[in-house]
Structures are given as structure tokens and as C-alpha cells.
């Protein structure tokens, strides 16, 4: 069992920056795939960053080379560096984990945080 809690939300303009944070609880901690995922009202939930137990990272086409995803296993947290942000990087955004290798899809992670706020002025 791994809890989630996310934090670092906020309200920012665009071309700013904002930093994430994902807290997590329970077991072998460094042996799941981490991912940050999104969802804007009314649109499905989407996946953003994703780093494996390994410490590869990928990313969705709409945010590489503005986010950065990283993990500190000695601190079980993974983070998320967000630059440039766009008025439509403006969602919830939500931290999950799950035993999979580059996963991307929703239904590979079996954890999930409850979410944080993010907002982009234009």
C-alpha cells in the first residue's frame, strides 16, 4: 500500500514557474513508477511525466523541455519543475504510482494522491 500526498499548487502568470512536490508512504517505495498526471475540466485525465524505478524519465509531447520529473528514494518523494508555464498547463494535478515500466495510461498506476491545484494566468 502507497499513500500519496501532493503539494506546490498555486496561482501563477504564464512564463512563470511553479515547483511540485509528491510526498509518499508505505513500501519499496523505489521500486514503483512514479508519474505526474492532469485534468482540466470537463477533459479526461492525462499523463504529463513519468520517471521508472530505474530513473528514466519520459515525458508527454506538450510539456517537454518546460517540465522536469524527479525522485529521491531516500526521501520517497518525486517532485515536478514546471517552466514557461501556459495558460493551458492550468489543471489538478495528481502524483500516482505503480508497478509498471514507462506506463502512461491511467489505469497502470494503482496509487494516486488527491490532487493540486494549478493555475495559469495568461
Known amino acids: 500500500q502507497v499513500q500519496l500526498v501532493e503539494s506546490g499548487g498555486g496561482l501563477v502568470q504564464a512564463g512563470d514557474s511553479l515547483r511540485l512536490s509528491c510526498a509518499a508512504s508505505?513500501?519499496?517505495?523505489?521500486?514503483?513508477?512514479m508519474a505526474w498526471f492532469r485534468q482540466a475540466p470537463g477533459k479526461e485525465r492525462e499523463f504529463v511525466a513519468g520517471v521508472k524505478w530505474s530513473g528514466a524519465t519520459y515525458y508527454s509531447d506538450s510539456v517537454k523541455g518546460r517540465f522536469t520529473i524527479s525522485r529521491d528514494n531516500a526521501k520517497n518523494t518525486v517532485s515536478l519543475q514546471m517552466n514557461s508555464l501556459k495558460p493551458e498547463d492550468t489543471a489538478v494535478y495528481y502524483c500516482?504510482?505503480?508497478?509498471?515500466?514507462?506506463?502512461?495510461?491511467?489505469?497502470?498506476?494503482?496509487?494516486w494522491g488527491q490532487g493540486t491545484q494549478v493555475t495559469v494566468s495568461s
Open positions: 500516482a504510482a505503480g508497478r509498471n515500466y514507462g506506463g502512461r495510461n491511467t489505469h497502470e498506476f494503482n496509487y
Open positions: 508505505g513500501r519499496s517505495f523505489s521500486s514503483y513508477a
